[in-house]
Structures are given as C-alpha cells and as structure tokens.
C-alpha cells in the first residue's frame, strides 16, 4: 500500500518502428527504489524518494519526502515478455517493444 505523499510523474511516451517509449521523470528515486509491474495488461510504476536521514534537520525545504505512482492500460500489440526498464538521472526509461505482428515489415522484391 502507498502511504504519504504519492507525486504523479511527467512522462513523454514515443512510437518508434519496433517500440513504444516512455520516459518518465522521477527525480529523487533510483533503479533500488523503483519498482515496476505488469500485470493482466495494467502497468504500474512505483518510486520512493529518499527519506531525510534522522539525524539531519532540515531548516528549509521544497523538495518533499513521498513516492511516484503511475499506471498504463497496454493493448495487446505490446509484447510484455519483452519489456525493459533503464533509470539514468532522475529519468525511468520503459521500452515496449511491439509484437511481431505489429512491427513494420519491409519485403524484398526478388529479380525474376
């Protein structure tokens, strides 16, 4: 279960020919504290924030101890075996590679 804050992060998603990609910021979390899953279709991405360490009191702050949460409805052109995740600088990388049916096919013209 989610308890605190729950911030919505920002995404950008692209089709390429052979995928869909999301990009979502999520500054504050890292590849150890961002959890996803797919499941029945639903994907869910799950990111905590790092706490203030107790022994430091903060006198003044605008960034916010909380936790991502964002979820996407697939359809079936997704091939969900092949799905990968990346994080690099605050930002989560999904790659969702579409199904064989779906990728573009290029077919050659043989000489007779």
Same mark, same amino acid.
């Given at each position: 279960?989610?308890?605190?804050?729950?911030?919505?992060?920002?995404?950008?998603?692209?089709?390429?020919?052979?995928?869909?990609?999301?990009?979502?910021?999520?500054?504050? !979390?890292?590849?150890?504290?961002?959890?996803?899953?797919? %499941?029945?279709? @639903?994907?869910?991405?799950?990111?905590?924030? /790092?706490? $203030?360490?107790?022994?430091?009191?903060?006198?003044? !702050?605008?960034?916010?101890?909380?936790?991502?949460?964002? %979820?996407?409805? @697939?359809?079936?052109?997704?091939?969900?075996? /092949?799905? $990968?995740?990346?994080?690099?600088?605050?930002?989560?990388?999904?790659?969702?590679?579409?199904?064989?049916?779906?990728?573009?096919?290029?077919?050659?013209?043989?000489?007779?």
């Amino acid at each position: 279960p989610r308890t605190g804050l729950v911030f919505r992060p920002d995404v950008d998603i692209l089709e390429e020919a052979d995928a869909f990609v999301i990009h979502a910021d999520m500054p504050g !979390a890292s590849d150890e504290t961002v959890e996803i899953q797919l %499941e029945k279709g @639903l994907l869910s991405i799950h990111g905590r924030l /790092a706490q $203030t360490p107790e022994n430091v009191r903060p006198l003044y !702050a605008e960034y916010r101890n909380g936790g991502y949460y964002r %979820e996407f409805r @697939l359809s079936d052109d997704i091939d969900a075996a /092949a799905v $990968t995740a990346r994080m690099k600088d605050g930002v989560l990388e999904l790659r969702l590679p579409k199904t064989a049916e779906k990728k573009p096919r290029r077919i050659e013209v043989q000489a007779a």
